[in-house]
Protein backbone atom coordinates (compact mmCIF):
# COMPACT_ATOMS: atom_id res chain seq x y z
CA UNK A 1 0.00 0.00 0.00
CA UNK A 2 1.44 3.85 -0.78
CA UNK A 3 2.67 4.92 2.62
CA UNK A 4 0.83 7.93 2.53
CA UNK A 5 -2.23 5.98 2.52
CA UNK A 6 -1.02 3.59 4.85
CA UNK A 7 0.12 6.13 7.59
CA UNK A 8 -3.39 7.84 7.45
CA UNK A 9 -4.96 4.39 8.35
CA UNK A 10 -2.82 3.90 10.81
CA UNK A 11 -3.51 7.23 12.33
CA UNK A 12 -7.35 6.64 12.34
CA UNK A 13 -7.19 3.51 14.86
CA UNK A 14 -8.15 1.36 12.47
CA UNK A 15 -7.72 -2.29 11.98
CA UNK A 16 -7.00 -3.06 8.47
CA UNK A 17 -9.15 -6.12 6.70
CA UNK A 18 -6.94 -7.88 3.76
CA UNK A 19 -5.79 -5.65 0.75
CA UNK A 20 -4.68 -6.91 -2.48
CA UNK A 21 -1.92 -5.72 -4.63
CA UNK A 22 -1.69 -5.41 -8.20
CA UNK A 23 1.96 -6.98 -9.21
CA UNK A 24 3.04 -3.06 -10.74
CA UNK A 25 2.91 -0.91 -7.26
CA UNK A 26 -0.32 1.88 -6.78
CA UNK A 27 1.48 5.11 -8.13
CA UNK A 28 -0.59 8.15 -9.10
CA UNK A 29 -1.32 8.13 -13.29
CA UNK A 30 1.67 10.95 -13.46
CA UNK A 31 3.75 8.54 -11.84
CA UNK A 32 3.05 5.47 -14.58
CA UNK A 33 3.43 7.83 -17.56
CA UNK A 34 -0.06 9.00 -17.91
CA UNK A 35 -0.13 12.78 -18.64
CA UNK A 36 -3.58 13.75 -19.05
CA UNK A 37 -4.55 17.38 -20.96
CA UNK A 38 -1.82 20.04 -21.64
CA UNK A 39 -1.43 22.42 -19.04
CA UNK A 40 1.20 21.77 -16.46
CA UNK A 41 0.13 20.50 -12.85
CA UNK A 42 1.46 22.24 -9.40
CA UNK A 43 4.40 20.86 -7.88
CA UNK A 44 2.21 18.50 -5.58
CA UNK A 45 -0.31 18.26 -8.61
CA UNK A 46 -3.27 18.32 -5.53
CA UNK A 47 -6.00 20.59 -4.38
CA UNK A 48 -3.35 21.80 -1.87
CA UNK A 49 -0.90 23.30 -4.67
CA UNK A 50 -3.75 26.11 -4.08
CA UNK A 51 -2.22 28.59 -1.65
CA UNK A 52 -3.73 27.95 2.27
CA UNK A 53 -5.85 24.85 0.98
CA UNK A 54 -5.67 22.06 3.32
CA UNK A 55 -7.27 18.57 3.59
CA UNK A 56 -7.75 16.10 6.43
CA UNK A 57 -9.09 12.41 6.67
CA UNK A 58 -10.30 10.22 9.15
CA UNK A 59 -10.52 6.52 7.65
CA UNK A 60 -12.61 3.92 9.72
CA UNK A 61 -11.96 0.38 8.88
CA UNK A 62 -13.27 -1.70 11.77
CA UNK A 63 -14.32 -5.37 11.59
CA UNK A 64 -15.72 -7.11 8.42
CA UNK A 65 -18.37 -4.21 8.02
CA UNK A 66 -17.26 -0.41 8.38
CA UNK A 67 -14.98 0.83 5.38
CA UNK A 68 -16.02 4.66 5.57
CA UNK A 69 -14.81 7.87 6.73
CA UNK A 70 -14.65 11.69 6.25
CA UNK A 71 -12.74 14.13 4.59
CA UNK A 72 -12.44 17.71 5.59
CA UNK A 73 -11.21 20.29 2.41
CA UNK A 74 -10.24 23.71 4.49
CA UNK A 75 -10.25 27.01 2.09
CA UNK A 76 -7.93 28.94 4.40
CA UNK A 77 -6.01 28.96 7.88
CA UNK A 78 -7.84 31.56 9.40
CA UNK A 79 -11.37 31.45 10.73
CA UNK A 80 -13.88 31.46 7.68
CA UNK A 81 -16.87 31.87 9.28
CA UNK A 82 -15.33 35.56 9.94
CA UNK A 83 -13.71 35.64 6.68
CA UNK A 84 -16.06 33.69 3.86
CA UNK A 85 -15.07 33.10 0.89
CA UNK A 86 -16.62 33.18 -2.99
CA UNK A 87 -18.14 30.40 -4.10
CA UNK A 88 -20.46 28.56 -6.56
CA UNK A 89 -22.81 25.44 -6.88
CA UNK A 90 -23.62 23.07 -9.64
CA UNK A 91 -25.65 20.37 -9.75
CA UNK A 92 -24.99 17.93 -13.09
CA UNK A 93 -27.63 15.54 -11.62
CA UNK A 94 -29.44 15.93 -8.35
CA UNK A 95 -29.42 12.26 -6.16
CA UNK A 96 -27.66 12.92 -3.69
CA UNK A 97 -27.32 15.80 -0.38
CA UNK A 98 -24.68 18.43 -0.80
CA UNK A 99 -26.59 20.80 2.67
CA UNK A 100 -25.71 24.05 2.56
CA UNK A 101 -26.27 24.97 -0.83
CA UNK A 102 -29.38 26.84 -0.98
CA UNK A 103 -27.55 29.68 0.96
CA UNK A 104 -24.42 29.00 -1.52
CA UNK A 105 -26.34 30.35 -4.18
CA UNK A 106 -28.04 32.76 -2.55
CA UNK A 107 -25.09 34.40 -1.46
CA UNK A 108 -22.31 33.29 -3.40
CA UNK A 109 -19.86 31.90 -0.26
CA UNK A 110 -19.14 29.48 1.88
CA UNK A 111 -19.00 30.02 5.76
CA UNK A 112 -17.06 27.05 6.64
CA UNK A 113 -15.03 24.27 5.13
CA UNK A 114 -16.42 21.79 3.18
CA UNK A 115 -16.93 18.16 4.56
CA UNK A 116 -17.16 15.02 2.52
CA UNK A 117 -18.71 11.77 3.69
CA UNK A 118 -21.29 8.78 3.34
CA UNK A 119 -25.05 9.19 2.79
CA UNK A 120 -26.26 8.69 5.74
CA UNK A 121 -23.75 10.63 7.66
CA UNK A 122 -24.37 13.26 6.12
CA UNK A 123 -26.11 14.74 9.59
CA UNK A 124 -23.24 13.93 12.12
CA UNK A 125 -21.04 15.77 9.33
CA UNK A 126 -23.39 18.73 9.84
CA UNK A 127 -22.77 18.25 13.29
CA UNK A 128 -19.26 17.73 14.08
CA UNK A 129 -18.89 20.72 11.53
CA UNK A 130 -21.13 23.28 13.12
CA UNK A 131 -19.52 22.13 16.52
CA UNK A 132 -15.77 23.14 15.01
CA UNK A 133 -17.07 26.32 14.04
CA UNK A 134 -18.47 27.35 17.18
CA UNK A 135 -16.10 26.70 19.35
CA UNK A 136 -13.07 28.64 17.39
CA UNK A 137 -11.88 31.86 18.80
CA UNK A 138 -14.06 34.82 17.76
CA UNK A 139 -17.37 32.80 16.92
CA UNK A 140 -18.72 33.04 20.54
CA UNK A 141 -21.77 34.53 19.62
CA UNK A 142 -22.46 32.88 16.25
CA UNK A 143 -26.15 31.58 16.31
CA UNK A 144 -26.18 30.40 12.45
CA UNK A 145 -23.81 28.18 10.61
CA UNK A 146 -24.37 27.22 7.49
CA UNK A 147 -22.02 24.01 7.17
CA UNK A 148 -21.24 22.51 3.50
CA UNK A 149 -21.72 18.63 3.71
CA UNK A 150 -21.34 16.72 0.70
CA UNK A 151 -21.71 12.34 0.15
CA UNK A 152 -21.63 9.82 -1.55
CA UNK A 153 -23.13 6.36 -0.95
CA UNK A 154 -20.58 3.25 0.33
CA UNK A 155 -23.22 0.69 1.39
CA UNK A 156 -22.10 -2.12 -1.02
CA UNK A 157 -18.71 -2.80 1.51
CA UNK A 158 -19.88 0.11 4.32
CA UNK A 159 -22.43 -0.86 6.74
CA UNK A 160 -24.02 2.33 6.13
CA UNK A 161 -26.94 1.92 8.20
CA UNK A 162 -24.64 1.59 11.16
CA UNK A 163 -24.10 5.08 11.07
CA UNK A 164 -20.58 4.88 12.46
CA UNK A 165 -19.26 8.57 11.44
CA UNK A 166 -19.91 10.29 14.28
CA UNK A 167 -18.94 13.95 15.96
CA UNK A 168 -15.62 13.41 16.58
CA UNK A 169 -14.74 11.92 13.22
CA UNK A 170 -15.30 15.15 11.78
CA UNK A 171 -13.71 17.35 13.92
CA UNK A 172 -10.83 15.18 14.24
CA UNK A 173 -10.23 15.66 10.19
CA UNK A 174 -10.95 19.41 10.19
CA UNK A 175 -7.94 18.99 13.02
CA UNK A 176 -5.71 16.38 10.66
CA UNK A 177 -6.02 19.12 7.80
CA UNK A 178 -2.47 20.17 6.31
CA UNK A 179 -0.95 21.08 3.38
CA UNK A 180 1.56 19.03 1.55
CA UNK A 181 0.65 15.85 -0.46
CA UNK A 182 -3.08 14.29 -0.29
CA UNK A 183 -3.71 10.69 0.97
CA UNK A 184 -5.83 9.22 -2.31
CA UNK A 185 -7.74 5.62 -2.60
CA UNK A 186 -9.12 4.26 0.60
CA UNK A 187 -9.16 6.84 2.64
CA UNK A 188 -11.66 9.39 4.36
CA UNK A 189 -14.54 9.73 2.40
CA UNK A 190 -13.53 7.49 -0.17
CA UNK A 191 -13.26 4.29 1.74
CA UNK A 192 -15.84 2.18 1.03
CA UNK A 193 -16.43 3.78 -2.47
CA UNK A 194 -16.46 2.25 -5.91
CA UNK A 195 -15.92 3.65 -9.26
CA UNK A 196 -16.37 1.93 -12.64
CA UNK A 197 -17.09 -1.59 -10.98
CA UNK A 198 -13.37 -1.03 -9.29
CA UNK A 199 -12.60 0.00 -6.12
CA UNK A 200 -12.57 4.02 -5.80
CA UNK A 201 -11.72 6.87 -3.79
CA UNK A 202 -10.61 9.77 -3.22
CA UNK A 203 -8.08 11.59 -5.57
CA UNK A 204 -7.36 14.62 -6.72
CA UNK A 205 -5.29 16.91 -9.06
CA UNK A 206 -3.83 20.88 -9.92
CA UNK A 207 -3.27 22.48 -12.75
CA UNK A 208 -1.16 25.98 -13.33
CA UNK A 209 -2.00 28.67 -15.65
CA UNK A 210 0.55 29.94 -17.90
CA UNK A 211 1.82 33.35 -16.71
CA UNK A 212 0.50 35.06 -19.66
CA UNK A 213 -3.22 33.49 -18.38
CA UNK A 214 -2.74 35.02 -15.33
CA UNK A 215 -0.61 31.93 -13.47
CA UNK A 216 -3.81 31.19 -11.39
CA UNK A 217 -4.18 27.45 -9.84
CA UNK A 218 -6.70 25.36 -10.15
CA UNK A 219 -7.01 22.23 -7.50
CA UNK A 220 -9.80 19.67 -7.64
CA UNK A 221 -10.45 17.12 -4.91
CA UNK A 222 -12.81 14.36 -5.74
CA UNK A 223 -14.84 11.57 -3.99
CA UNK A 224 -15.58 8.80 -6.56
CA UNK A 225 -18.36 6.34 -6.44
CA UNK A 226 -20.15 6.35 -9.86
CA UNK A 227 -20.26 3.87 -12.88
CA UNK A 228 -20.62 4.17 -16.69
CA UNK A 229 -17.31 3.09 -19.09
CA UNK A 230 -14.22 3.49 -18.14
CA UNK A 231 -11.90 5.88 -20.35
CA UNK A 232 -8.28 6.87 -19.46
CA UNK A 233 -6.85 9.61 -21.47
CA UNK A 234 -9.04 8.89 -24.40
CA UNK A 235 -8.61 4.76 -24.12
CA UNK A 236 -11.63 2.62 -23.63
CA UNK A 237 -10.07 0.87 -20.89
CA UNK A 238 -13.48 -0.04 -19.05
CA UNK A 239 -14.62 -1.96 -22.61
CA UNK A 240 -11.27 -3.53 -23.13
CA UNK A 241 -12.00 -5.36 -19.31
CA UNK A 242 -15.13 -6.07 -20.61
CA UNK A 243 -15.92 -4.40 -17.26
CA UNK A 244 -18.76 -1.39 -18.36
CA UNK A 245 -22.13 -0.48 -17.36
CA UNK A 246 -24.14 -2.44 -19.26
CA UNK A 247 -21.53 -5.08 -19.84
CA UNK A 248 -23.11 -8.56 -18.02
CA UNK A 249 -20.96 -8.01 -15.74
CA UNK A 250 -21.81 -4.27 -14.34
CA UNK A 251 -25.22 -4.63 -16.26
CA UNK A 252 -27.26 -2.68 -13.33
CA UNK A 253 -24.05 -0.62 -11.68
CA UNK A 254 -24.29 2.86 -12.84
CA UNK A 255 -25.71 4.54 -9.97
CA UNK A 256 -23.57 6.16 -7.44
CA UNK A 257 -22.13 9.51 -6.71
CA UNK A 258 -19.32 11.66 -7.42
CA UNK A 259 -18.67 14.68 -5.28
CA UNK A 260 -16.32 17.34 -7.01
CA UNK A 261 -14.41 20.50 -4.72
CA UNK A 262 -12.56 22.85 -6.81
CA UNK A 263 -10.04 25.43 -5.61
CA UNK A 264 -8.42 28.32 -7.18
CA UNK A 265 -6.59 31.97 -6.56
CA UNK A 266 -8.25 33.34 -9.59
CA UNK A 267 -10.23 36.33 -8.60
CA UNK A 268 -13.35 34.68 -9.21
CA UNK A 269 -17.02 35.33 -8.21
CA UNK A 270 -19.65 33.32 -7.62
CA UNK A 271 -21.39 33.02 -10.62
CA UNK A 272 -18.07 32.94 -12.42
CA UNK A 273 -17.03 30.18 -9.68
CA UNK A 274 -20.22 28.31 -10.58
CA UNK A 275 -19.56 28.38 -14.58
CA UNK A 276 -15.96 26.62 -13.27
CA UNK A 277 -17.97 24.33 -11.40
CA UNK A 278 -20.34 23.58 -14.69
CA UNK A 279 -17.22 22.72 -16.83
CA UNK A 280 -15.85 20.50 -14.21
CA UNK A 281 -18.48 17.72 -15.69
CA UNK A 282 -16.60 18.00 -18.89
CA UNK A 283 -13.73 16.33 -16.73
CA UNK A 284 -15.89 14.08 -15.61
CA UNK A 285 -17.47 12.77 -18.83
CA UNK A 286 -14.04 12.37 -19.98
CA UNK A 287 -13.33 9.84 -18.07
CA UNK A 288 -16.37 7.55 -18.88
CA UNK A 289 -19.08 8.80 -16.00
CA UNK A 290 -22.63 8.83 -17.03
CA UNK A 291 -24.65 11.01 -14.56
CA UNK A 292 -26.50 7.95 -14.14
CA UNK A 293 -30.48 8.49 -12.90
CA UNK A 294 -29.28 7.45 -9.35
CA UNK A 295 -26.02 9.62 -9.05
CA UNK A 296 -25.58 12.07 -6.98
CA UNK A 297 -22.95 14.31 -9.41
CA UNK A 298 -22.11 17.88 -7.58
CA UNK A 299 -19.28 19.87 -7.87
CA UNK A 300 -18.60 23.15 -5.16
CA UNK A 301 -15.92 25.67 -6.28
CA UNK A 302 -14.16 28.28 -4.14
CA UNK A 303 -11.88 31.44 -4.87
CA UNK A 304 -9.28 31.94 -2.08
CA UNK A 305 -7.80 35.17 -3.64
CA UNK A 306 -7.67 36.98 -0.40
CA UNK A 307 -8.53 40.45 -1.11
CA UNK A 308 -12.50 38.81 -1.95
CA UNK A 309 -12.97 37.52 1.21
CA UNK A 310 -16.12 38.45 2.57
CA UNK A 311 -15.77 39.73 6.07
CA UNK A 312 -18.51 38.20 8.76
CA UNK A 313 -18.61 41.94 10.41
CA UNK A 314 -17.31 45.00 8.39
CA UNK A 315 -17.61 48.74 8.68
CA UNK A 316 -17.50 49.57 5.16
CA UNK A 317 -21.32 48.71 3.57
CA UNK A 318 -19.89 48.28 0.67
CA UNK A 319 -17.40 45.13 -0.91
CA UNK A 320 -14.60 46.18 -3.21
CA UNK A 321 -13.21 42.90 -4.87
CA UNK A 322 -11.41 42.16 -7.79
CA UNK A 323 -13.34 39.66 -10.04
CA UNK A 324 -11.85 38.35 -13.52
CA UNK A 325 -13.14 39.55 -16.65
CA UNK A 326 -15.49 36.57 -18.32
CA UNK A 327 -13.43 36.40 -21.65
CA UNK A 328 -10.22 35.51 -19.39
CA UNK A 329 -11.96 32.55 -17.99
CA UNK A 330 -11.53 30.01 -20.38
CA UNK A 331 -8.10 28.78 -19.58
CA UNK A 332 -9.51 27.85 -16.02
CA UNK A 333 -11.73 26.33 -17.47
CA UNK A 334 -9.77 23.83 -19.21
CA UNK A 335 -7.53 23.56 -16.02
CA UNK A 336 -10.65 22.35 -14.44
CA UNK A 337 -11.89 19.67 -17.09
CA UNK A 338 -8.04 18.25 -16.75
CA UNK A 339 -7.90 18.18 -13.33
CA UNK A 340 -10.76 16.79 -12.01
CA UNK A 341 -10.15 14.13 -15.12
CA UNK A 342 -6.96 13.12 -13.69
CA UNK A 343 -8.36 13.22 -10.32
CA UNK A 344 -10.85 10.42 -10.73
CA UNK A 345 -8.15 8.64 -12.40
CA UNK A 346 -5.69 9.20 -9.63
CA UNK A 347 -8.43 7.87 -6.92
CA UNK A 348 -8.91 4.45 -9.29
CA UNK A 349 -5.01 4.20 -9.45
CA UNK A 350 -4.48 4.55 -5.83
CA UNK A 351 -7.16 2.53 -4.76
CA UNK A 352 -6.54 -0.79 -3.40
CA UNK A 353 -9.28 -3.94 -3.38
CA UNK A 354 -11.47 -4.49 -0.24
CA UNK A 355 -13.67 -6.78 1.06
CA UNK A 356 -16.23 -5.26 3.37
CA UNK A 357 -19.76 -6.19 4.32
CA UNK A 358 -21.36 -9.02 4.36
CA UNK A 359 -17.76 -9.93 2.76
CA UNK A 360 -18.47 -8.04 -0.67
CA UNK A 361 -14.94 -7.56 -2.62
CA UNK A 362 -14.04 -4.96 -5.01
CA UNK A 363 -10.85 -5.32 -6.85
CA UNK A 364 -8.33 -2.65 -7.20
CA UNK A 365 -7.95 -1.42 -11.16
CA UNK A 366 -5.65 -3.53 -12.21
CA UNK A 367 -2.63 -1.99 -13.52
CA UNK A 368 -0.83 -3.92 -15.28
CA UNK A 369 -3.56 -4.67 -17.64
CA UNK A 370 -4.36 -1.50 -17.86
CA UNK A 371 -1.04 0.12 -18.55
CA UNK A 372 -0.51 -2.84 -21.57
CA UNK A 373 -3.41 -0.81 -22.95
CA UNK A 374 -2.04 2.58 -22.36
CA UNK A 375 0.94 1.70 -24.23
CA UNK A 376 -0.77 -0.34 -27.10
CA UNK A 377 -2.34 3.02 -27.68
CA UNK A 378 0.76 5.13 -27.32
CA UNK A 379 -0.99 7.00 -24.35
CA UNK A 380 2.57 5.79 -22.89
CA UNK A 381 5.90 5.23 -23.83
Known sequence: MHMRSLLLILIA?????????????RKRARDQ????????PGKLNAIT?????????TTLIEGEHIRTGVTAI???????????????????NGFGKLAG??????????????????????????????????????NENVQSVNAIVGETNDGYLNDIRGRHVKEEHVIAALKRAQGGAVPEGNVGAGTGTVCFGFKGGIGTSSRVLPKEAGGYTVGVLVQTNFGGVLTIDGVGVGEALKKFYM???????????????IATDAPLDARNLQRLAKRSMLGL????GIASNGSGDYAIAFSTHEANRIEHSADNR??????????????????????????????????????????????????DEVLKLLKKHNVIK
Open 13 to 25: TISFDSFSQNITE
Open 33 to 40: GVKIGVLQ
Open 49 to 57: DVPGVTVGH
Open 74 to 92: VPHSGNVFQSKVPAGVYVE
Open 101 to 138: TTQVNELGNIETPIILTNTLSVAAGMNGLIQYTLSQPG
Open 247 to 261: SPLLRDTADGSCMIV
Open 285 to 288: ARTG
Open 318 to 367: LDQMTDLRNDATSPLFMAVIEATEEAVINSLFMATTMTGKDQHTIEALPL
